[in-house]
């Protein structure tokens, strides 16, 4: 498919290949297809060479998902210089700790993220772009300046120009497949800061093979919800489809309810990137509530043939608001719960399920919408290798390593933490904990560092206890921590859907937190029916406000630890 596993190399043979498909796409209409997103790119290139900047330098790009994101993103990489995509979420002083780790010679920024840099050492970080046009922001320049500027059409300020130049000769024959082309910071603080290197072959490799696995052709169409910092969006919904000759759209909002509905119905995706989160809220608190409104329906819920009747009849709903045209929902990032995947198996949703890590580029495992199992991450992508290290010699548990052309180079300026990942054989620790089925499809069980020894000795899996929890109605989210060798859970609710009830009710505040007291001793009692002696839980705690969670979605543990 590639003469050589680069960025360059993707770039290059779409605009040839796919000239005059749509590539990448606003909501609101900012189009480009892939002859003029080569000249944007490679325009943008020049300008950074002009500026000084050279193969192996560092740029930074820290902004909201946006086709000029994007364009940032192969402007850095396919001139062989190295991308640093920043979580927005991250604190300036985080931010200001990345910049000066990765020593970032530039940065594409975004105005809503300015202030965040603002007051960062202009000597180091010579060179900053305004993303929102590709304006060049002076060195003296303040918040309050971009904003006014903004509002003005940003005239006063230079841009970057858009020549129109030739396709042709202009590829860097310099780039390698084993040049690193991004480093990606998992967190933000000091104290744990790892920047995972990833070269040209492994992110390109592992888009090549999720093409194989999934069937992504030139007239599919991405919807992108989820941040393009994050290898998860940028690998599998930028390169991927970019490889393919597929079209990808932007929202210019973050992706609520009210943005994303009209979205959906006027781009008609046919493939989607998204984490657990998002289709469960969608079960928990869009389809759910319906069947519960009357007892009637809610009782006949319970009988599993009717239920697999109602599902699907949900199911042709569900697609409906997806635009109609959703062949491949693809759910990774972390586990999604037994009863929201059961309800895509019989709504005969078309969801996938997949598995990896930012140091592994990040697809490992993962299945097309045809040959998913229940429970299961999906089977291994082509010419990638896993082992159960140490596996338990009664249920075959251990640590899921990883060995193949899509895992990483190490951690940037950290050998020390390079070598604990990694096995005297080369094999990569995941950290993760599972089993391999006869059929070589993998089975999570949770991450190594999260399980909890049980009063018998047993392994307790605190996300496995998490999803019983959180399949009980009125519970959003749940916790399981271990104190002094006791399980608790922390649970919040669903707050939303309690209001209703309440309001349909008339209850006074006294009542109402009387009622709340008693669901979460319900939610706690048949929590407990459910889970094994050794698992049961022996207290709870009602949280009262969202857990504070990663770009995929995932509860940031140590906090409550």
């Known amino acids: 498919m590639l003469k050589k596993y680069t960025l360059d190399e993707v770039l290059n043979q779409s605009a040839v290949k796919y000239a005059n498909n749509l590539a990448l796409s606003s909501i609101d209409g900012y189009k480009l297809n892939y002859k003029e997103l080569k000249e944007k790119v490679k325009s943008v290139s020049a300008f950074l060479k002009e500026s000084g900047i050279l193969p192996g330098d560092k740029v930074a790009i820290l902004s909201e998902n946006s086709v000029n994101w994007a364009i940032s993103y192969f402007a850095i990489t396919t001139m062989g210089a190295i991308g640093v995509p920043i979580m927005t979420e991250f604190k300036s002083t985080e931010i200001k700790h990345i910049l000066k780790h990765s020593e970032s010679k530039a940065i594409f920024v975004s105005s809503k993220q300015f202030e965040k840099i603002e007051e960062c050492d202009h000597d180091e970080l010579g060179i900053r772009i305004l993303l929102d046009d590709f304006s ?16 003005e059409g940003l005239k006063e300020f230079q841009k970057i120009k858009f020549a129109a130049l030739k396709l042709v000769g202009l590829t860097d024959e310099t780039i390698s497949e084993d040049d690193i082309a991004l480093i990606l910071y998992t967190s933000g603080t000091t104290g744990h800061s790892k920047g995972v290197m990833l070269t040209h072959k492994n992110i390109t490799y592992d888009a090549v093979e999720t093409i194989k696995l999934v069937n992504f052709v030139s007239t599919d169409i991405t919807l992108s919800i989820l941040p393009l910092y994050h290898t998860y969006e940028a690998t599998l919904g930028l390169v991927t489809p970019m490889l393919a000759g597929a079209s990808v759209y932007y929202l210019n909002k973050p992706p609520t309810p009210a943005v994303l509905l009209p979205a959906m119905k006027k781009v008609k995706p046919t ?7 998002v289709i469960e809220k969608i079960y928990r608190n869009r389809v759910l509530p319906e069947i519960n409104k009357k007892s009637i329906t809610r009782n006949l819920y319970k009988l599993t043939l009717l239920r697999k009747k109602m599902n699907a009849v949900a199911g042709k709903k569900l697609k409906e608001t997806f635009g109609g045209n959703l062949r491949l929902f693809c759910i990774g ?20 399920m997949g598995y990896g890590l930012t140091e592994t580029s990040p697809l490992v495992t993962g299945t097309d919408n045809f040959r998913v199992r229940f429970r299961s991450a999906g089977y291994l992508l082509g010419g990638m290798d896993i082992k159960i290290d140490k596996p338990d010699s009664e249920t075959g548990e251990g640590e899921v ?12 300026k950290d050998p020390e933490k390079t070598a ?15 089993v391999m089925d006869k059929d070589g499809y993998l089975f999570l069980k949770g991450r190594s560092k999260n399980v909890i020894i049980g009063s018998n000795g047993k392994n307790i899996y605190p996300e496995e206890v998490e999803a019983i929890i959180n399949e009980q109605r009125f519970v959003a989210e749940s916790l399981v921590l271990d104190r002094d060798g006791k399980l608790e859970a922390r649970i919040y609710l669903n707050y939303e859907q309690i209001d209703e009830v309440f309001q349909i009710a008339k209850l006074n505040e006294t009542q109402a937190r009387k009622i709340t007291d008693e669901i979460l001793k319900d939610i706690f009692t048949k929590s407990n029916e459910r889970l094994n002696s050794f698992s049961k839980l022996i207290k709870y705690v009602e949280q009262v406000e969202p857990f504070e969670k990663t770009p995929t979605q995932k509860v940031k543990r140590f906090l409550y630890s």
């Open 136 to 151: 060049i922001i002076p060195s003296d320049t303040k918040t309050d300046i971009i904003k006014s500027a903004l509002a």
């Open 271 to 277: 493939v989607m990137l998204s984490v657990p989160l």
């Open 420 to 434: 604990e990942v990694f096995t005297e054989d080369g094999w990569f620790r995941s950290g993760d904990l599972g």
């Open 333 to 352: 990032g972390s586990a999604l719960a037994a009863d929201v995947e059961q309800f895509l198996q019989e709504a005969k949703f078309p969801y996938s």
């Open 401 to 412: 390593l990883i060995k193949g052309p899509n895992v990483m180079k190490g951690y940037f």
